[in-house]
């Protein structure tokens, strides 16, 4: 009987896993499927999160993504972390409620469009309406360009005047051609869009494994 690890168990078992003993935790979180595909969840060092105002960098700046509060949906951070960055795991997970009629979302499936949103676009719109040429780099851009100019920062987003239409973002685009915009996920930089913040588990309370790094994985037969 062998035990059968997948790229999560493996990842972190390479050399990073001792960096932070909250990430064999957490992957037993999302073996047990603790976190609700539904639900936004912010995972954090911090035994507490308040809402601040954000202010949003010049567009001649690398700034692929806005400045502010940042969740995800469901596992998907949590996911990330355990296959990325392991060693970024933080020891405390919360979940964040949202008022959708003060935000953005872009390229939302079906059953997220429907959510209230202050506003919805595909990505082509998005990036006619707020994409502008970035001045560290060579190039410019129209609404047509093609989207591979995003892998090599012809153009930057203008967050400054998105913050001004809305209060925070949700992206649903998973492209390199956004950026380093790694999951399902999203950013508030006006706390008028936070309904309630609630920590839903502190980490340092579960039990530890008899190993580690002994997730439960199954089991070959």
């Not at 001792?18 to 957490?26: N, Q, T, V």
């Not at 911090?46 to 400045?67: F, G, W």
């Not at 979302?105 to 719109?125: N, Q």
Request: glycine residues 6%.
């Amino acid at each position: 009987m062998t035990p059968k690890f997948d790229m999560m168990t493996s990842r972190i078992m390479e050399g990073r896993h001792d960096e932070s003993k909250y990430a064999g935790r957490l992957y037993t979180l999302v073996d047990q499927k603790f976190f609700n595909s539904a639900k936004r969840y912010i995972i954090s060092n911090d035994s507490s999160i308040t809402p601040k105002v954000a202010e949003q960098e010049p567009v001649d700046q690398y700034n692929p993504k806005p400045n502010g509060l940042w969740y995800a949906l469901g596992d998907g951070w949590a996911n990330w972390l355990l296959i990325e960055e392991p060693s970024w795991t933080g020891r405390y997970v919360f979940e964040i409620e949202l008022d959708y009629a003060k935000m953005l979302c872009i390229s939302p499936p079906a059953d997220i469009k429907g959510l209230g949103w202050k506003a919805t676009m595909d990505f082509p719109e998005f990036a006619a309406k707020y994409a502008e040429p970035n001045k560290l780099f060579k190039g410019s851009r129209s609404p047509h360009v093609s989207l591979s100019l995003y892998t090599r920062m012809g153009y930057a987003n203008n967050w400054e005047m998105v913050s001004k239409d809305f209060s925070g973002v949700e992206n649903y685009f998973m492209s390199n051609n956004f950026g380093p915009w790694a999951v399902e996920s999203g950013c508030v930089w006006n706390p008028d869009a936070v309904k309630s913040i609630r920590m839903v588990m502190d980490m340092e309370t579960m039990p530890e494994a008899k190993n580690r790094f002994d997730f439960g994985a199954g089991n070959d037969t």
